[in-house]
Nanobody, 128 residues
Framework: QVQLVESGGGLVQAGGSLRLSCAAS????????MGWFRQAPGKQREFVSAIIRTGTSTYYADSVKGRFTISIDRAKNTVYLEMNSLKPEDTAVYSC?????????????????????WGQGTQVTVFS
């Protein structure tokens, strides 16, 4: 099992920044990719970003490309999502997820059901 704990959410004015963290513990060696998803009220959970655990490759949704940056500190087993130029439409609960090596396909999944472990989520609210 892998446990994921997010932190760093909060209330921020449009144009501002936040950094989310996702600390992983447990059998992290069984995972090959980490992803961030978000879910706004009344909407489906959507892919935001993902990173291969080696840190060699990163992936972004078009809606956040150029504004968000995903990174990983392998020594701390922690994934970060730096969010800049935030917009009200970025308001959502942000969750991190981990994909097991057994699902390896060359690139991380962009659908929630491709991930095996989830954190509890952290609220991000952007006001104008």
């Amino acid at each position: 099992q892998v446990q994921l704990v997010e932190s760093g959410g909060g209330l921020v004015q449009a144009g501002g920044s936040l950094r989310l963290s996702c600390a992983a513990s447990g059998r992290t060696f069984s995972t090959y990719a980490m992803g961030w998803f978000r879910q706004a009220p009344g909407k489906q959970r959507e892919f935001v970003s993902a990173i291969i655990r080696t840190g060699t490759s990163t992936y972004y949704a078009d809606s956040v490309k150029g504004r968000f940056t995903i990174s990983i500190d392998r020594a701390k087993n922690t994934v970060y999502l730096e969010m800049n130029s935030l917009k009200p439409e970025d308001t959502a609960v942000y969750s991190c997820a981990a994909e097991e090596v057994s699902r390896w396909s060359g690139t991380p999944g962009r659908q929630p059901d491709e991930y095996d472990y989830w954190g509890q989520g952290t609220q991000v609210t952007v006001f104008s």
